[in-house]
């Protein structure tokens, strides 16, 4: 079964929602965040993935494989995506509830690739480093269980 067959026939999509995704080069052992600016009420200042609110009826891969193009400039395919975990979020930009789809796919594709659209900064960011970094409560969380699987 494939990565996408698998997120579509395990995955019961909860409305509203949103979803974020990350970058990871195996072979560097290093992971693309998105540096949050400070005109941002979720998490401002702080390290995060790339991500934003469903739009229509599109899945939560679907969005994620949307946000990372339009906040990267970038393509990835939504067959590529891992679906990592997903939770309850309490507050969001317009200070509401909505369910929250965290995914990464793997990628060496330089930095100098890619543009930032939004926010302050993105880097390549090493997992011995990532716990370092000033990262939201959630994306830490997220970075705990991805590091965790990864290492089975």
Not at 16 to 45: C, I, M, W
Not at 89 to 111: G, M, N
Request: glycine share 6%; net charge negative.
């Amino acid at each position: 079964m494939s990565i996408r067959s698998t997120i579509k026939s395990t995955m019961e999509i909860k409305r509203p929602f949103a979803a974020n995704g990350f970058l990871y080069n195996p072979k560097k052992q290093e992971v693309l965040l998105h540096l949050r600016d400070g005109n941002t009420r979720s998490n401002p200042n702080k390290w995060s993935f790339f991500g934003g609110r469903g739009e229509g009826e599109e899945t939560p891969a679907q969005c994620c494989v949307r946000e990372i193009a339009e906040e990267l400039t970038i393509s990835i395919k939504e067959e590529d995506l891992v679906h990592l975990r997903d939770y309850f979020s309490e507050h969001d930009e317009k200070d509401q509830s909505h369910h929250q789809y965290s995914f990464y796919t793997e990628s060496d594709l330089p930095k100098s690739k890619m543009k930032l659209t939004e926010g302050a900064d993105f880097d390549w960011v090493s997992l011995s480093k990532v716990f370092e970094y000033d990262l939201g409560d959630e994306v830490r969380k997220s970075l705990k269980v991805f590091v965790e699987n990864i290492n089975k």
